[in-house]
């Protein structure tokens, strides 16, 4: 039974700062590559960030240098830190932890940037 829990949406002015977190259970999740997707109404579902099991971590050109993704592998949690949010920023952010072709996804966790 492998569960993806995430936190931390809401809604934030622009500029402002977020931290998303998913927590996970039922996986080896230290050998897992987490990643956040994010999908904005009438877009198509796309990749924001993953992190790999050493720690190395890839980022989407929009969010680069604003948004920073973590692991706590004894927490079995990752996190995505986004800072300077703009409008842009706006969708349902989703949690996946993937390996070796299994992947599992989270509910999604609304992050809304507007003043």
């Known amino acids: 039974q492998v569960q993806l829990v995430e936190s931390g949406g809401g809604l934030v002015q622009p500029g402002g700062s977020l931290r998303l977190s998913c927590a996970t259970s039922g996986i080896l999740f230290s050998i897992y590559t987490m990643a956040w997707y994010r999908q904005a109404p009438g877009n198509q579902r796309e990749l924001v960030a993953h992190?790999?099991?050493?720690?190395?971590?890839n980022y989407a050109d929009s969010v680069k240098g604003r948004f920073t993704i973590s692991r706590d592998n004894a927490k079995k949690t990752a996190y995505l830190q986004m800072n300077s949010l703009k409008s842009e920023d706006t969708a349902v952010y989703y949690c996946?932890?993937?390996?070796?072709?299994?992947?599992?996804w989270g509910q999604g966790t609304q992050v809304t940037v507007s003043s």
């Open positions: 996946k932890a993937g390996f070796r072709g299994n992947d599992y």
């Open positions: 992190i790999i099991s050493t720690g190395t971590t």
